[in-house]
């Protein structure tokens, strides 16, 4: 039984202050427990937001990570750095990294292994682009970066695999993709973990859609069979929707 997972990833918002009073409020709010709720919070604001859910069940995700434990890389952060604070997930491999930062499938791929390797959960972010929609490549996109950025991870660490289809017209858009297409390629991506890395890795990775997921459209998506959750950017930088999310 997969545990359903709704992440907030707070993008380049919210600094200490604001991040305090957005945890504040959300402390406020009566969460469901059946549902994992993670805040992914930048960098800056990790330690406090960890001390303010310490008591809770609420986890800590990170957006990025370097795969080195230390050395000479000006401006990175690292893994060991992220679980000395308590950190549980890290966004890998998000659209906006991949975009403007040009990270590509081999150090996405280092950044999973690493990730992995020091004990955090990945929730790696793939999806297409409109043109690439458009054409009817989606799913040889989202087939080629499974392919490459899961490469090298064994079927039990499946188990701390989290996968986001998040498909780049949808992001920061209002526009959602049909629960019915984002259910299609949700378990096509299952289908792929299964033939990759066996049957069991299939059935325990939870994946999750991301673009647009609001309240209103939450729980429509979450009814899906082969979605687990959502990662969720701009409905979650308020406590109530945030709220509404965790508890569809
Ligand atoms: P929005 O929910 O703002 O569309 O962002 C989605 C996203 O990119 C989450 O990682």
């Known amino acids: 039984m997969r545990k359903p997972i709704i992440a907030g990833n707070w993008k380049m918002n919210k600094g200490v202050e604001e991040a305090k009073n957005l945890v504040n409020e959300i402390l406020d ?3 469901n427990k059946d549902v994992e709720a993670v805040l992914c919070t930048p ?9 303010m859910i310490k008591d809770t069940d609420i986890k800590l995700g990170a957006q990025n990570m370097y795969f080195e434990e230390s050395g000479a890389y000006t401006g990175e952060v690292s893994p060991t750095m992220l679980t000395g604070i308590g950190v549980e997930y890290v966004i890998l491999g998000h659209s906006e990294r991949r975009e403007y930062f040009k990270e590509c499938d081999d150090t996405i791929n280092k950044k999973v292994l690493s990730a992995l390797k020091h004990e955090l959960k990945p929730i790696l972010c793939v999806g297409e682009t409109l043109e690439e929609r458009q054409e009817g490549k989606e799913k040889e996109k989202v087939r080629t970066q499974i392919e490459k950025n899961l490469t090298g991870v064994s079927e039990e660490q499946f188990d701390n695999v989290v996968i986001a289809y998040e498909p780049i017209w949808a992001i920061g858009t209002g526009v959602t993709a049909s629960s019915d297409d984002a259910e299609e390629m949700c378990a096509y991506i299952r289908t792929i973990v299964g033939e990759l890395h066996g049957e069991n890795a299939a059935q325990k990775v939870r994946i999750q859609y991301g673009g647009s997921v609001k309240p209103e459209n939450v729980k429509e998506i979450m009814g899906k069979e082969n979605i687990d959750g959502a990662l969720v950017g701009g409905a979650s930088l308020e406590a109530e929707s945030f709220g509404k999310l965790v508890n569809f």
Do not use: N, R
Request: hydrophobic fraction near 65%; aromatic fraction near 8%.
């Open 43 to 51: 960098f800056v604001d990790l330690a406090l937001v960890k001390e």
């Open 29 to 31: 709010i009566e969460l």
